[in-house]
């Protein structure tokens, strides 16, 4: 496994929810929602972001559908990976995400937020979900390991 922090990210067309691990990779924290704007200019913020936050392995969300198959979001979001691994140099790992935005929704209304702030922290509050559970996993190093067991195809 790679030394430092771990980067977690809710992958969006528009918005990127991004949380971080602490040191020792034990809890996960909201940081920010990155707005997309150009290849090059989104190429510059996440080598940058890395490099300050010290990371040293992203994981990222995978949108999968609830019998565990893979769509449409989650071929763009293994696109972005890529694309991000290529970016940092830095290993990718995708993540089961099922769930994690209706989560983030579910924890910000009860806090009583408005509409609008609750959309402005949805996302960065799904990626530190989705990071808090790969931290409780275990951090598995397989990238198809997800919090859910895919289903027995043979039952």
Known sequence: MSAGRL??????????????????RKFAFPLTTYERRSREQDAAYFRGFVTEEA??????????????HEGKKAAEARTFGAWLADTTGLPVIYFDERFTTVEAESALWEAGLSHQKRKDRRDRVAAQILLQTYLE??????????????????Q
């Open 137 to 154: 996993a275990g951090c598995p190093e397989n990238p198809e390991a997800g919090p859910l067991e895919e289903p027995d195809k043979n």
């Open 7 to 24: 980067l977690g990210v809710d992958y969006g067309s528009k918005r990127i929810g991004l949380s971080v691990s602490d040191p020792d």
């Open 55 to 68: 990371i040293g392995q992203i994981v990222l969300g995978l949108p999968v559908h609830l019998d565990g």
